[in-house]
């Protein structure tokens, strides 16, 4: 990093950076002892353009082999350039596989995470006899038959306000497991099936909780209700295999204020 | 390989391959000096599941980027099991970047290449102000603006039986160029534009110099009326750059007697 000497008048400023990533190559989005961060990336291009020591805080921390479209971080610099004019020159020092979409000035209490925000996911499950080499890395391969129409029934369940502790993985550290979930598709084109849920917030592996819990479903071996039953039990119930990461992309993340994607 | 040793009873079969691959990571499809081939892949694991030397035929030589959905290759075999057996016993032994779709026995006399065929291929141009890390391997991203409609109605001028001279590569080593395009339609969703094209067979690079020229056209470098001089020009004409090979997918290749995808 080339340090730059801003004069002491300059104003500092937030900016929000929305961020589209291919996570394959990267540990997921947060500092890991071992492997690259896409946060860690990014961090370094940031400080090599303003010539400051810059703190990243992201919205969302995605898992590795997790996808974006829409992620969105802030930080803060002294940097005089035209708010839109970061996204350009953050992409001229980004690898190919991390493309900030879009760059705005926000007030500077504005924080990515505690703001009331929906947030959009989308799991992609490929149904179909062979696996399709392009699609490997963006979706996850089901070559058993699946009953989209039950798995639609056991979707209408999730929606609404529920304590989801048992959709959320053990690690999880957070107390308050209750969230709202908008809505919840399930949108067939072709062999590709994509699960399009939108909430309040996920718990952590939430949402590849819930496409493992509707993929028992689709198998048959548990019926619609049984998601009932797990979302209603006062017990820990693991509803299914976690559905693996790389068929997961975070495709939007909007605020009131009317940031994010 | 492990060889085996076939009764000498044993007849020859010739069984046919449909191939879906991801290009990325390959040389092509056929063996280079330096990089690895998608052939020499296919052809090892074919060697290892048979236990025979055999000699692998395909039907399109595709370049370095390019993917398939349906490349077809045949081999000669003694190995006695059931026709789409070959299919799942050979992806077991392949990389996941490369999937047998399916597998036929032909009769011994039919070839890949000299057979009557109907081919198509897909050239996708992801057309938006920036780009998807996701899409960077399976499309070409063009930011500037293009004018669909002049595209489309220069693709009318590729349609039918031509001289295609103008639309190969100086590398290419063919005497009759001449060639019958059946379709090719330029099919925009949301921010993907696909070319997609059918004829009974296609030059070198025919492909990626015609999405070329309908770029330029989509510019407005060129007027539509520019694809016909091209095809009518008697002198040689470089009609546009060659557009990149990633944006190029094999889709189908299929033979008058009903085999191919």
């Known amino acids: 990093m080339k340090e730059r000497i801003y004069p002491p008048q300059t104003p500092l400023r937030r900016i929000l950076l929305v961020i589209a990533y291919d996570g394959t190559s990267y540990c997921g989005w947060q500092v890991q002892p071992n492997g690259i961060s896409i946060q860690s990336v990014l961090q370094a291009a940031i400080e090599d353009l303003v010539g400051e020591k810059i703190m990243l805080t992201g919205a969302s921390r995605t898992d590795s082999g997790v996808h974006a479209l829409g992620q969105v971080a802030v930080f803060d610099t002294h940097m005089t ?13 980004l690898p190919e596989d991390i493309v900030i979409q879009d760059s705005v000035e926000v007030p500077l209490d504005f924080h990515p995470r505690y703001q009331k925000t929906s947030k959009t996911y989308e799991y992609r499950i490929l149904n179909r006899r062979k696996a399709l080499p392009c699609q490997r890395l963006y979706s996850y391969f089901v070559p058993q038959r699946l009953d989209l129409e039950k798995m639609r029934q056991a979707a209408d369940y999730i929606c609404g306000t529920h304590d989801f502790k048992n959709f959320a993985s053990t690690k999880t550290s957070v107390k308050d497991t209750v969230r709202t979930v908008y809505s919840l598709e399930l949108i067939r084109e072709g062999d590709m099936i994509t699960l399009r849920i939108t909430g309040d917030g996920f718990l952590y592996n939430m949402v590849r909780i819930i496409a493992g819990a509707l993929l028992k479903v689709g198998f048959g071996q548990k019926p619609p209700q049984y998601i009932r039953e797990v979302l209603e039990s006062k017990e820990r119930i693991i509803p299914g295999p976690t559905a693996p990461a790389h068929g997961l992309t975070l495709m939007e993340i909007r605020y009131e204020e009317g940031y994010g994607r």
Chains 1, 2 share one sequence.
């Open 81 to 93: 350039i035209p708010q839109e004019r970061f996204a350009m020159a953050l992409n001229q020092r």
